[in-house]
């Protein structure tokens, strides 16, 4: 190689995407601190501005935890479709550097700039051209890591957050690994921190300095895993354009409810999402999954397969709602969710095989699907709903 690297893998983060979306399109909201995500009583935040992440506040805590911390909060519900729209300009300039990058969420991405050397510069030059590419095309900040393992330049990216770049060659992997915490190793979660710090070893150094049978011993399989990761190795391939497995969307609620009537509603509305989402990514599906929470916690799912592929509305809500009476409805219910799954891909409009007799209602409610996209794309999510969601009242969070 040009560089002396045998990879170079860069991993892109966007920062604080969500609110950072929020704050580009409306720049009062800027420097402010903004919280995103449920409202109501059970909601969680889904991103922190950095304005408010010095109260302690973060993703996946309760919004009333994190309204405590920080009261002075701005508290805005998500606009995924919003966030999914940024996203794909990201994405889309991300390949413009390079044709194998593997998103692994909305706001973030690896990318393989190996051999790329003669067009893109040193590593360091790559990261800073994706940077400002990514910045010039959307006017948001990113941070990257370089390195030459996913794991590597996943930790650096992170090192350099909010806007950095952290580039880790390949002669100081392991002098950039060895003073982290133990919990910075992919698959060390709190349970096997524990485990390992009983044993006074907290830091990915002395992971490294353990031996691999001992670590088997303790850890089972894990060990050899965590081993590798210790010592820089990490030889898992950036796999492009990753096969979405699923396609879902699902409502906690304020309160919990009881009874098809009262659930339908809401089963109706991630229906709608899971379809909509269905078109705007040009795949259809032979599977429809409906999952239910009780209010003991409990997850209970049904699922079946569609006689042909579809990315129209009414069958998968309908059939969303035959898989509805299969569950026990007597119980007081905290979550509703449907997903679409075994999906493919094909053109947006695409027709799919239809039944012939099926064929002229199939083409009418593609029209109207995609009309009702439109309108909801250009005023918002609610300027336009179905009969049968009326009854449903305001969504989480408004």
């Known amino acids: 190689m040009a560089s002396g690297w045998p990879r170079i893998i860069l991993h892109a983060d966007m920062d604080a995407f969500f609110a950072a979306v929020e704050q580009l399109d409306r720049p009062e909201l800027r420097g402010k601190a903004l919280l995103i995500g449920g409202t109501g009583p059970r909601g969680v935040v889904s991103t922190a501005s950095y304005e408010a992440r010095p109260y302690g506040v973060g993703s996946?805590?309760?919004?009333?935890a994190a309204r405590r911390r920080c009261p002075h909060a701005i508290v805005l519900p998500?606009?995924?479709e919003r966030y999914r729209a940024v996203s794909h300009v990201v994405m889309r300039t991300l390949g413009a550097f390079s044709p194998l990058v593997e998103p692994l969420s909305v706001d973030?991405?690896?990318?393989?700039?190996?051999?790329?050397?003669?067009?893109?510069?040193?590593?360091?030059a790559m990261g800073e051209s994706i940077r400002g590419a990514v910045f010039e095309a959307t006017g948001l900040t990113v941070s990257v890591g370089v390195s030459t393992t996913k794991y590597v330049a996943k930790v650096a990216s992170d090192r350099g957050k909010p806007d950095g770049l952290t580039v880790v060659p390949p002669d100081e992997v392991t002098r950039f690994l060895h003073p982290l915490p133990i919990d910075r190793l992919w698959g060390v979660g709190p349970r096997t921190r524990e485990r390992l710090e009983a044993r006074g070893i907290a830091t990915i150094g002395e992971v490294a300095a353990t031996p691999l049978d001992a670590l088997e011993r303790w850890l089972g399989t894990l060990g050899a895993h965590v081993h590798a990761l210790a010592q820089g190795r990490d030889a898992r391939a950036v796999v492009p354009e990753r096969e979405a497995k699923s396609i879902g969307s699902e409502n906690t609620l304020d309160t919990d409810i009881v009874g098809e009537a009262a659930i339908r509603p809401w089963l109706h509305?991630?229906?709608d999402t899971v379809a909509g989402r269905m078109r705007d990514e040009g795949l259809a599906a032979r599977g429809v999954r409906v999952k239910l929470?009780?209010?003991?916690?409990?997850?209970h799912t049904r699922q079946t397969m569609l006689a042909a592929a579809t990315r129209a509305t009414r069958p998968i809500v309908e059939t969303a709602e035959a898989l509805l009476r299969e569950f026990d409805l007597g119980v007081p219910v905290r979550l509703v969710g449907v997903a679409a799954f075994e999906l493919r891909e094909g053109r947006a409009g695409e027709a799919e095989q239809l039944d012939l007799f099926d064929a002229p209602r199939e083409?009418?409610?593609?029209?109207l699907d995609r009309t009702l996209d439109a309108v909801r794309k250009r005023f918002g999510e609610r300027a336009l709903t179905r009969a049968r969601n009326l009854d449903r009242g305001p969504p989480p969070g408004t």
């Open 60 to 64: 996946a805590m309760p919004m009333a």
């Open 78 to 80: 998500p606009r995924f």
């Open 293 to 299: 929470r009780t209010s003991d916690f409990r997850l």
């Open 108 to 124: 973030e991405a690896f990318v393989d700039m190996t051999g790329c050397e003669a067009l893109s510069g040193e590593p360091r």
């Open 269 to 271: 509305r991630a229906a």
């Open 363 to 367: 083409e009418h409610d593609e029209q």
